[in-house]
């Protein structure tokens, strides 16, 4: 097998050498936004656990009253042996928090995202997806044999102008994008999108993976996919959607029907989680609310989420300010081509319930001091 190794040795060079290699650091997440590497105490600006509810003692206690109710896995595919009844009653909690007939759970929203294109488009369909959609979503795309065009980011006149002139020779078309950028922290012109799918009927997915529980969504597309594992602090994915549309994707989304079901404690997580999310409002609203602080300290655009980038270039650049701020008790982790366009290796601040205004100000003091790329 020398051939494999020197294959795996040379494609590791060239990563090292654009600085795009990436390495495991072990992190033990303790808590509110507090983990530890290397046996240091830090702050976490990079988790998506948005509510704190990761290790909330509701969320924990649910799961493990699951765990020893149902024990620790499905046993096998939902249409096999693995339908537990709490996966019926997390997705019907699901479609009515998301204003739809159905749902259908997935295993993660990277899982949910690559079966949604392929069961719904076909070959001589368009799927047309954001510039910046997730690599999942673009998976998704290239697992269907359906055409693929990408339109330039939140661009509601190329999303026109590419409708204008394929729509006609296409049987269905499917738009992709994301109610927040992941990246970036901004939003979709969902509601311009909506009505510029529904004049050329063509089905809008969003992707609502870091929407849910921190930013109110003013409306709703045909398909509104997510995740359990971010502002939920759990796992899972699912999509919800009319009552036939989810019905076929029983039969045909390849990535629930060939693939074990989520463990039953991850839902009884979520549900805890939903039931935590719809009790106490006020903790939704903080994650923007620091986000917006720390960008007005920053004087960086008004943040749309709790997602706040801040472009520093190139990936040696990104690196350095992690490192900087990592040595002050901050993590924020370096984000690098290809997860971003070249040329826009950043830091991303998350925001959390979890943090307070004082940390929030300590933090954005050591931006405006270490790194010098910022505004
Ligand atoms: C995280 C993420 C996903 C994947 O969700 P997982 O449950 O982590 O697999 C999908 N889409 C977007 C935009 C995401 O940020």
Known sequence: MDSLDAFARDALETLD??????RLTPTARLGGAQVTRGGRPLISFSCNDYLGLSHDPRVKAAAMAAVQAHGAGAGASRLVTGDHPLLAALEARLAAVKGKSDALVFGSGYLANIAIPPALTREGDLILADELAHACLLAGARLSAARTLRFAH?????LAALLRAERAGVRRVLILTERVFSMDGDRAPLAQMRTLAEDHDAWLLVDDAHGLGVV?????????????SKA?????????ASAPVIDLLRSRARSFVYTTALPPASAAAALAALDILEAEPERRARPLA????????????????PIVPLIVGTPERALGASAALEAEGFLAVAIRPPTVPPGTARLRFTFSAAHDAETVDRLAAAVARLIPESP
């Open 17 to 22: 050498a654009e600085g795009l290699r990436r």
């Open 154 to 158: 939140n661009d509601l006149d190329a």
């Open 216 to 228: 109110e969504p003013e409306v709703s597309a045909p398909l509104e996919m997510g995740t359990l």
């Open 232 to 240: 939920l602090g759990g796992y899972g994915g699912y999509l919800a």
């Open 290 to 305: 620091l986000a917006r602080r720390f960008a007005e300290a920053l004087r960086l655009p008004v943040p749309q989420s």
